[in-house]
């Protein structure tokens, strides 16, 4: 059943691998750790069926409904994907776009905690942006395109991402129950 996930993240192993052969610092993107796949569908109608294979393979699925579409962030329970990644982001497309689905990108975690805009600033042939959401702002990453595809360079994993809006929704939970 992960064989789809597997294939898509061999394909993008290979661009990627290119892509630090041309690094000026290579031993910083030799260190990031892969640790989630975001995989984009069409429509609801694929996004519920993804979420339904992977039902029986996870431990936890968390769903968050996010600039007008669903994203299920998916933590694997017995198996790994390649490069032993354990969770795979479901987005469906935002409404209106044409965006090519499967692997849309791969999030890397940064164990030096170094300025990422620093290194990304020093490597004057990459394309590359800030971003952030306007969910939870101060969960900001680096983009970087390469061969039609996007690494997510970032502090943090989307396991904390969950983490902080559990804990905002109970804040606020208890605020709205204190003032009753």
Known sequence: MLDKYNQAIQ??????YKLLETRSNKQFF???????IGWKVAD??????????????????????????WIAKVHLKDTELD???????????????????GLDHIDFYDPSRVDLTAVLNDEKDIRWSQES?????????LSVWFADT?????????????GAELDELERQI???????
Do not use: C
Request: aromatic fraction near 10%; charged fraction near 30%.
């Open 150 to 162: 996007e690494a997510k360079l970032k502090h943090y994993t989307v396991l904390g991402i969950i």
């Open 44 to 69: 609801r109608t694929e996004y519920n069926t993804l979420l339904t294979e992977l039902h029986d393979s996870s431990d936890m699925i968390v769903e968050k409904w996010m600039n007008g579409r």
């Open 83 to 101: 490069h032993d990644m354990q969770i795979i982001k479901i987005m469906e497309r935002r409404p209106g776009s044409s965006d090519a689905v």
């Open 174 to 180: 208890i605020h709205a129950a204190t003032k009753r």
């Open 133 to 141: 959401n306007d969910v939870m702002a101060d969960y900001e990453w």
């Open 30 to 36: 030799a260190q990031l750790q892969p640790t989630a």
């Open 11 to 16: 394909k993008y192993f290979e661009k990627w």
